[in-house]
């Protein structure tokens, strides 16, 4: 079947059907998946990216990760391992060296991408007191500066990082939130059944699958079949709403 198809066969929520179902939760617990569902395209690379570009990594070090992240693209890296490489590339810089890299980068780069649905919707959920997790494989740097936008703090934030030692980021990791390793990385922190779910991607379908009620935003193919299959109604912003 065509992901048209599936798409066709997964009933797409409006925006006021989106809002609405989920105010009638009266969610306590509301986790948020970042990239491509409180804001369009992926931080990660382009972060990645863009530290190369703009030569804030070594040579030797670019190299590696373009040998590894191509090896993901054949399939033959694994999601959690390139992830965490993808923050290991700045090991022996400073922390914040990367925080300042970060938020260039999310203001210029991210930032005009943010959907304005998601943003209100947070901002509601926090008026009526929810407690709002973001969670995440990009690495917590740019995740941080990117949901301040959204005032969710960073003790709030589960996201791919390493350890500091006295300032300089080291190549040990800390966490890799990504498919089951999102429920395991909410489960430290005690949250085991949260109330609603937001994701974008496949790799968010374990983490959907403990919620309440899962809600599917602006989905991949992979997750549109996986919604079609669960019964989950999806939901598109308006600026990357299929036209069809």
Known sequence: MSNLSNTLLTHRLTTAEFHAAIYELSPSVAVFDCDGTLWSGDAGSSFMNWTIETGLVSREATDWIDRRYRGYKRGEVSEIAICGEMVQLYQGLR?????RAAKKFFASKIEQNIFPEMLELVTELQRRNVDIWAVSSTCD???EEGVRRFNIPANRVLAACVTVKDGLV????????TDEGKVASLARVGITKPDAVFGNSVHDAAMLAIARRAFPVNPTPALVER???????????ASVAPSS
């Open 227 to 237: 919604s079609t299959a669960e019964g989950w109604p999806v939901y598109y912003p």
């Open 141 to 143: 740097w740019v995740i």
């Open 170 to 177: 080291t190549e040990t990791i800390c966490d890799v939130p």
């Open 95 to 99: 922390e914040d060296e990367m925080r």
